[in-house]
């Protein structure tokens, strides 16, 4: 048995991460050598971090309405007096900054049902709408039914920088606070309902335009066909379901309280006293004489089918994680990546001089006179990262959207009797990683942050790497003391604004 002393619950998991389910691992307390009760860590797989989900979504339907007859001794025939039936809840994600990935969301949701209309004249009560957190960032792809619509934006105090600002690159025009991406009924609804306007974006109302032409699809069905995990990479497509009919980037939140309707609940049924009240108008107006109450019921009867309330939409979405970050460091746990982070902007990223410090990606952000440049530190990427090793390959999404890569190398990995592989080895990883999750992602405009030159022997290491690396610009950069940190933030800035691009592939890294 080898005892190994970890500094907490999450260190523990990041060796867990690193060794793979090989080990089995029995947490002990400090003070006794019993196996500690709380100590049974869920399976590897369920602390994965899921950031692409598909769901089912249901609005509630709406009550029905009832048929009722208010009689006294005055009025023996009666009068017609049932309450409408109450509307469905509707089915809302709300964008949060405290939920990080899908892990705790169900993928079955629906919303409560609108209760029945009552005598007497009572509407149904509204059936409650089923509210659920997504993170920061969250883009909706429809599988069927309709576009989600956006509600309202619910500000809050501060920012979390895990927030992102900014949209979808070239899918759709940039949202502002109220804007809305909707189809055009949910648009005019939203409207009618929450009595606040919204404006559609034109990919959107294309989009919308699109699946009304293109299909109609039954939801459930097409849903109990498809599994719901994601976590594995090539996969995903399968796993997902994806198909041709499936329509990219509906919608998307990346501010905190925004909140898209999903699936809008069933408008409740029409009680006897309103459609009474209809037919008598209609009779009045086609006669010029006022309907016979003596009549009622049998008009009570033509309606009848009015009385059933509205089913409420249903929806299949396909809900993806993804940051949007203009530039990510790229490096292997340990590399320095999230104490780099903090040397370049206000960024408060959590340092730790075990692998797999950081466990979610942190932003920063970097301002200058004329540009505002935001940097993701991202989770330390390992050999076989796109076969799910380590924290998995769920990161390499988050690079797939920024158009800048800074690959950051720890240049004393291998000194000193260390057993961390040389930094052009680590480059070499690093490309193959990302080229096998998707090819000609490491293409994009690269730079190489060559971090802890202040450790003994990293000069010459450095100079072996000026030697074999020579089509991307390379930064020595100690980020402990924040030595050679203005000369990379106008690297980085001249890589964003696009004044130099340079991409990096395998070919040009001299390992021999
Ligand atoms: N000597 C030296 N140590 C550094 C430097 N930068 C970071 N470190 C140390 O390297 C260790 C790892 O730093 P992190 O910033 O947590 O590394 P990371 O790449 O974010 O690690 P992961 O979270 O595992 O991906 C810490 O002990 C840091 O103090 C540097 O410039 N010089």
Known sequence: MLVFQARSIRHVEAVRHTCGSRW????????????????????????????????????????????????????????????????????????????????????????????????????????ADKVVHVPVGTVLHLVSGDSPAMVKIQPSGDVDPWEIPGALVGDLSEPSNGDLISTVSGAERVKEIHGTDCSLSEAAETNAQKSVKSRHLAPADEFSQLSTASGTSKSDAEDIGENRDMLYNVAEVTEEGQQIVIARGGEGGLGNASTFKDS????????????????????????????????????????????????SFVGMPNAGKSTLLGAISRAKPSVGSYAFTTLRPNLGSLNFDDLSITVADIPGLIKGAHQNRGLGHAFLRHIERTKVLAYVLDLAAALNGRKGIPPWEQLRDLILEL??????????????????????????VYDELKRRVHVVPIFPVCAVLEEGIPELKAGLKMLVNGEMSCGLCLDQILLA
Request: charged fraction near 30%.
């Open 280 to 327: 008598r108008k209609t009779s009045t107006a086609m006669t010029g004489s006022c309907q016979d109450i003596s009549n009622a019921e049998d008009h009570d009867g033509d309606h009848s089918s009015l009385r059933a309330g509205l089913p409420g939409s249903e929806t299949v979405l396909v809900l993806e994680l993804k940051s949007i970050a203009d530039v």
């Open 24 to 127: 089995s691992f029995t947490l002990y307390s400090h003070y006794s050598d019993t196996p500690h009760k709380k100590s049974k860590l869920a399976p590897l797989q369920e602390r994965k971090m899921i950031d692409r989900v598909k769901i089912f979504a249901k609005g509630g339907d709406g009550g029905h309405g009832c048929s009722s007859f208010r009689r006294s001794r005055h009025d023996r025939l009666g009068r017609p007096d049932g309450g409408n039936g109450g509307r469905g809840g509707d089915v809302i994600l709300e964008c949060s900054p405290r939920v990080w990935d899908f892990s705790g969301l169900q993928r079955h949701l629906i919303a409560e049902k609108g209760r029945q209309g009552t005598s007497k004249n009572k509407i149904g009560t509204r059936g």
């Open 435 to 460: 080229e096998y999750h998707q090819e000609g992602l490491s293409k994009r405009p690269s730079l190489v942050v060559a971090n802890k030159i202040d450790e003994e022997g990293a000069d010459q």
